[in-house]
């Protein structure tokens, strides 16, 4: 009898002790990703998910006591494909958060879905202007955590004044990025006394430029290109063998580490600019090409780098939440507030919630680089401007009036 | 004047290029009358194999037989065993080629991976040629000499030889080829095995001048189509006109009227379709 | 009567559908929506190759016709919805006859392979429209609509639209029911049969032919304002050529020339397309090799199975 009450005791302390001494279940945070893992875009999308794994993998998964889910789905950089996955994504798998996308066309039609279903749209990639502009107020759950096709493209005019040209030709892909990115150098470059004398628009996809080349003025100081995808390896070569000898500079994504290992030297001492070069010489850049390079197998590109910074301000939410999730609203709120040190400098989002980092011009140069012991090309960086945001040093409110960068916007009034 | 020359002898190159690919695909058409929708995917495997063959031994030589016999070997194979147990049944038939073309698209991708590559042409050919002030990439000028061979080439075999004359009878009356003793279901191995060769072909060719990516297979596919329906399948003159036409159409179109660069390959075609339903020097 | 039986299976699994369908899950639900209207599209394919012996590479612009009319209307004149919705649905059926009236000029002039070779043609300039009138229809941004009408129901609700779909492929499948058991219908089969016989018997092929066209071109309109509601957006990747192939591929994974076959070939890739996707890396293999062992081993497609079995020697019951 007496035996059994004190068994029961024993038990019932037992119990409780467990009670109090277990630790609470890490909550699970699931995450969408929506890439383009089939078609022309697939290499952008693997870079994007080994970014983001590769931090994962750094912080064994415990986000301040979060577990974070990573449910992946293929776009094929196609809207409407897009569009379903994110439902199945937000209805059937019940993500918190969808994140991802390329291409702008993308960004545009996952934002909505966004608002409709309540859920967080993280946007490491998608660059069109408008998602945090002028069509910011549609999507109060987007977030942007790369930047604005225009961004880059502002400090960029300033610095080719710098450099004395003063006639420039454009040749872009005929798509919004394209428009987007001509449009902010040539606001930049025009108001510094600069004029954008032609511009040339190939279509997106083209790959032989034989019909365009020729066509590119002459009495041009240099030439400014966007290309992306495969165009950005065929442009520079054919360029080159057509006989130019004029400088040649451009938007980030002609030059980037996800295609330049595969250019050859006719793009040496190409300039161009956007928020990250692995050439970056800072120690944090360093450890970060060397650790990347050791599980990839190759130089992360700005694509790896933006999703490994998104994990980074994700765990520094999940750090102010306790590790908890707080809530749609909520995790908006507090990711707008985070400031982090990134791979790619000091990053914060302004009240937009777009970022404002340093933009760097970089310089297509030949040499050996981070303990590397075969020369390669590397994007040296050769200026930085620090904290640029998505609206230049134009207010807000007066950026905001202008109409969104388009084929005709600015016009080309020096066009002749 | 200078401008001029330039965009004939761009679009004259490309013409050349459309020529490797489109002749297989006219030929292909002529034989068996079926349209192979996994041509594109020959030219994407064919830039693939080649890519392999020259990291593996770093010649770019040996790269193009090598390219274009082995994935000639696939179109035989796809031939002999799937193909030929349609029997004449042309509808079918493309839409098998389809189903194919989405495997090899799958394959491509899983073997080598979804990065934009290139292929490094030798040295030699890459010099640019100036004449007269113009500049002439010497890649292009090789791309034109390869294709006006190998069109010689099929041209006198055509002309000049047995097999020729059976691959032309068959062409055009494909019962009466049989009735006189030509083995037509050879001719058809032989044909598509060879249309692959040259598409192939074209890919590892053209691999050094458009790059080899994911989705690339799709891409070109249309143009081939457009070089085929203009001039008109079955035809190999055909196939030579209308890769001519197309290379400069699109050339000129797209230099002096970007705006409606996409109309200026399709619209054509589907007037000279509704004109002359077999194309320009097509067969029935 | 063998039909009999035939029309009272479909009958069942629509009704089977219809009641099952809301509780399947807030996404399934939506695929079933996707698949229905993709199967509009693909039952006004068949009109023309299951039953006219026309093979058109060239459907997703009427379907592409359809659904940028209803964007435009709903973004740049705030028309459409609410009752107007139904206004939408009648010009979008115009729209999409229309344009098939145009292209049927250039089109009927050819058959086989040609045809093929032309409406491929003709669906890649409507893409290329798509792509190039930046300013009508946003280019390769596309154009968002606002939300889907409200009228007595508010269709932004899931479930009420899915029955919205429903309806219209139920009337859709009565219609073209209608159309291919009457005398035009059957005049088609003939033609795809022996036209040179139908035409020395006296019948007009080239208009038999060019209304099919027509025809199948108004559903494919229809189908486009569906589609454009069911996506929330509209994108040139609606109309890209690989949606008329996959039309394709739907008829003749169900069985052309059975009508309802198309509708099941539509959800059978879809599935393929969008399910199996989401399990496995590989689906491109299965998707590849299922096509590819129907077109070889099915040639009646998935409806012809049944008879298939039978005729193996597997038949159970009544003859």
Known sequence: MIAKSSAMAAAGVAIAIGLVGMPGAAEEIRIGFIAPITGPFAQAGKDMVNGWEMYTDEVKNDFAGATIKFILEDDQAKPPVGVLKAEKLIRQDKVHIIMGGVLASTGYALAPVSTREKTVYIAPVTA????????????????????????????????????????????????????????????????????????????????????????????????????????????????????????????????????????????????????????????????????????????????????????????????????????????????????????????????????????????????????????????????????????????????????????????????? | MRFWLIQTFNGISYGALLFLLGSGLSLIFGVMRIVNLAHGSYFLLGGYVALSVILATGSWVLAIPAAALSIALIGLLMERIFLRRLGFDPLRQVLLTV??????????????????????????????????????????????AVASAIGLVLFLVMENTRLGAAVRATVDDAQMARGVGIDTSRISMFIFALGACLAALGGVIGGAFLGIYPGLDFQILPIAFAVVIIGGMGSLAGAAIGSLLVGIADNFGKALFPEVSYFTLYAPMALILAVRPTGLFGRE | MASHNKELAVAGGLLALGL????????????????????????????LLG??????????????????????????????????????????????????????????????????????????????LAYRWNSMTGGDNGINLP?????????????????????????????????????????????????????????????????????AGGFGGLAGVLWAHANGHVSPEDVVLTTSVDALLMVVLGGSGTLVGGAIGAGLVLFLREYLSTLVPWWQYVLGGVYILSILYLPDGVMGLPARIARSGIAVGKP
């Open chain 2, 99 to 144: 189903g194919f073309a989405f495997l090899f698209q799958q394959a491509a991708l899983d073997i080598w991976g979804g990065d934009n590559k290139d292929i490094i042409a030798p040295a030699s050919l890459t010099q640019t040629a100036v004449i007269g002030g113009v500049y002439l990439p010497g890649y292009r000028i090789f791309m034109i």
């Open chain 3, 20 to 47: 099952i369908a809301p509780f399947t899950g807030s996404f399934i639900i939506l695929l079933i929506t996707r698949g229905l209207i993709l199967a509009i599209l693909a039952m006004s394919l068949d009109i």
């Open chain 1, 128 to 416: 069109a202007d408008d998602l945090t502009q002028r069509e910011a107020d549609k999507y109060p759950y987007f977030v942007r955590t790369g930047w604005t096709s225009s961004q880059p493209t502002h400090p960029f005019g300033e610095w080719a004044c710098e450099q004395g040209y003063k006639r420039i030709v454009a040749i872009a892909a005929d798509y919004a990025f394209g428009y987007e990115t001509v449009g902010g150098f040539q606001r930049t470059f025009e108001e510094c006394g600069g004029k954008i004398i032609q511009k040339i628009w190939p279509p997106l996809g083209t790959i032989d430029f034989g019909p365009f080349i020729p066509t590119v003025k002459q009495d041009a100081d240099a030439i400014f290109t966007l290309m992306v995808g495969p165009m950005s390896l065929q442009f520079p070569k054919q360029l080159a063998a057509a006989g130019n000898t004029k400088p040649v500079i451009g938007g980030g994504t002609s030059y980037d580490e996800f295609t330049l290992p595969s250019m050859g030297d006719e793009v040496i001492g190409h300039v161009s600019v956007l928020q990250y070069s692995a050439a970056l010489d800072t120690p944090k850049n360093a450890a970060f090409v060397s650790k990347y390079r050791e599980k990839y197998g190759k130089v992360p590109s700005y694509f790896s780098e933006t999703t490994y910074t998104t994990g980074l301000m994700v765990h520094e939410v999940m750090k102010q939440s306790g590790g908890k999730w707080p809530g749609a609203e909520e995790f908006v709120k507090l990711i707008s507030r985070v400031k982090v040190d990134a791979v790619r400098g000091p990053l914060s989002l302004d009240d937009m919630r777009n970022p404002v980092q340093n933009i760097y011009v970089k310089k297509v140069e030949r040499k050996k680089m981070f303990g590397y012991d075969k020369e390669e090309l590397w994007n040296t960086v050769i200026k930085t401007y620090p904290s640029v945001s998505q609206f230049w040093k134009f207010g807000k409110a007066e950026f905001l009036k202008q109409p969104v960068y388009s084929r005709n916007f600015p016009p080309c009034q020096y066009c002749e």
């Open chain 3, 51 to 128: 039953y006219t012996g026309l093979p058109s590479l060239g459907q997703a612009a009427y379907l592409g016709m359809g659904a940028y009319l209803t964007a435009i209307l709903a973004t740049r004149f705030h028309f459409g919805l609410d009752w107007s919705f139904w206004v939408v649905i009648l010009l979008a059926v115009l729209l999409g006859a229309a344009t098939a009236a145009i292209f049927g000029l250039f089109a009927i002039r050819a058959s086989g392979v040609y045809f093929l070779m032309i409406t491929l043609a003709l669906g890649q300039c409507i893409w290329g």
């Open chain 3, 147 to 215: 939300g889907r009408p409200a009228f007595a129901i508010l269709l932004s609700s899931d479930v009420a639209y899915f029955y919205v779909v429903f309806g219209f492929f139920v009337v859709s499948l009565l219609m073209l029911y209608v159309l291919v058991k009457s005398p035009f219908g059957r005049s088609l089969e003939g033609i795809r049969e022996r036209e040179v016989r139908m035409r020395t018997l006296g019948y007009n092929t080239w208009l038999h032919k060019y209304l099919a066209f027509v025809i």
